[in-house]
Structure formats: C-alpha cells, structure tokens
C-alpha cells in the first residue's frame, strides 16, 4: 500500500510539474490546450464541409466532439511511445518503475481532455442543445477511455526502446485510425455489416456514446461498449505485463 501510495504521488507530482512545464514554453500557455483541437477543427470541417461537401445539421458539433475524444487517445499513445525511451538518464540516476512514464502522459493529457471536454459541452448547449441526466454517465465513458489509452501506452513505450522504427509506424497507424475511428461520418449511415466492423475499434464505440449523450441527449447503449470493455482490459493487463517484464532492461539500453 505504501509503494502504491508513492507511485501515485509521483505521477501526481510529475503530471503537475510537465503541466506547468508545457505551459511556460509558450506564449499562449494554457490557451493552447483550447487552440490546438479548435485549429484541427477548423481545417477538417473546412476539408470535408467545402471541399468534399460531406455534413451534416450540427456538422461542426459533431465533428469537434470526435476531435477532441480522439486526439486525446491518439495524442497520448504517439507522446507516450517515446516517454520511456526519452528518460535514459533519469532511470541511471534512480530506480523508478518505467510505468510511471507513460502513465504520467496519459494524466497530463487527460487533464487538457478534460478541459476541451468540457468546451465542447459550452459548444453544444450554445448551439441549443439542452443537457440531460444522462450526462451523469460521461464519467464511465471517461473511466473506460482512460483504461484503453493507458493500456495501448504503455504496450508502445514498452516497445519503442527496442525498436525505434515503431515511431513512424505508430504514426501512421494513427493517421489511418482516425478514419475508422467515426470521427467525420456517423456510424449508422453505414452498413449494419460495416457498423460491426467498426464498432470493435473501441475508441470509435466510446465516440459514438459520447455522442448519444452530449449532441442527442439519449442514454449510452452500453452493448457496443462491451468489446471495448474487454479489449481496454485486456490492452492494460499486455502493457502492465511488457513494462514490468522489461522494467530493469530499458535503463540498459542505448
């Protein structure tokens, strides 16, 4: 209990210090956690609203509430990817269980998430769209994208210091998720076999909830979620177990 109680305090500490630390290395500070998912709003709903004339009713809604669920995943898997491999010299210098690292990432991000969350929430009641009780049911959805991205972290940090050519093909990887992930089309306009297919992506299932209640105001249909649920668990326990298989090599290397 103690040790549990030590690691949480240093994640705790380490969140806070690389959330001040991200804030003074720029003009905007803070602002940019706002800034950064509104730009790429702006360049998809430009993209795909006047280029390819693909929308509809709430377009800018619906697309900012899958924005801001996916870049928190997908930012948070490519930044980790690298967070043990980066902290060489840290891990000679004292002994640290290298979960640490990419689970720090995942709070820092999880609180600039929280942060946009909540804007895209301002955004949707602006727009008319009142709040229901069903709202009380985002903290699961929250709980459960906190499960999968830390799972799918910490198997990418395990596996970046081994193999550093992973980072492109993490990269790519993400650049082609996003497309499968029901970011830019609604799931339901798709073939019922097409929806299976993409409701077994759990980012896509989770974004698509998220959806039900923020932009729709309906209770989350909690059977699409239960792949998610096991494929979440079953990521972390892979992570876990690569991390604290290679916890005493990954100082070693170079």
Not at 26 to 40: D, H, Q, V
Not at 124 to 149: A, C, D, H, K, M
Not at 212 to 223: E, Q, T, V
């Amino acid at each position: 209990m103690i040790k549990l109680l030590k690691f949480v305090n240093l994640i705790t500490f380490r969140t806070i210090a690389e959330l001040k630390s991200e804030a003074t290395r720029t003009y905007a500070g803070y602002l940019w956690w706002i800034l950064e998912p509104l730009m790429s709003l702006a360049v998809y709903y430009v993209a795909f609203k006047y280029i390819f004339h693909r929308g509809t009713d709430n377009f800018a809604v619906f697309l900012f509430s899958g924005i801001v669920i996916y870049r928190f995943f997908a930012g948070t898997v490519v930044r980790s990817a690298t967070s043990i491999a980066s902290n060489q010299s840290l891990m000679q210098l004292v002994y640290i269980h290298k979960s640490l690292f990419p689970l720090s990432v995942v709070f820092v991000n999880l609180v600039k998430f929280l942060v946009t969350l909540m804007l895209v929430i301002i955004v949707v009641w602006l727009s008319g769209i009142t709040p229901t009780w069903s709202y009380i049911t985002i903290p699961l959805l929250i709980f459960l994208q906190i499960l999968l991205t830390a799972g799918c972290s910490m198997i990418c940090a395990a596996i970046t210091p081994f193999f550093p050519d992973f980072l492109p093909i993490l990269g790519t990887i993400m650049h082609l998720l996003i497309f499968l992930s029901g970011v830019f089309h609604d799931i339901n306009t798709l073939s019922p076999k097409a929806q299976t297919i993409i409701r077994l992506n759990p980012i896509a299932a989770m974004i698509e909830q998220y959806r039900m209640i923020i932009l729709h105001g309906a209770w989350p249909d909690f059977k699409p979620l239960v792949p998610a649920i096991f494929e979440s668990i079953i990521l972390l326990s892979i992570g876990a177990f690569l991390i604290n298989l290679f916890n005493r090599h990954f100082p070693k290397l170079s």
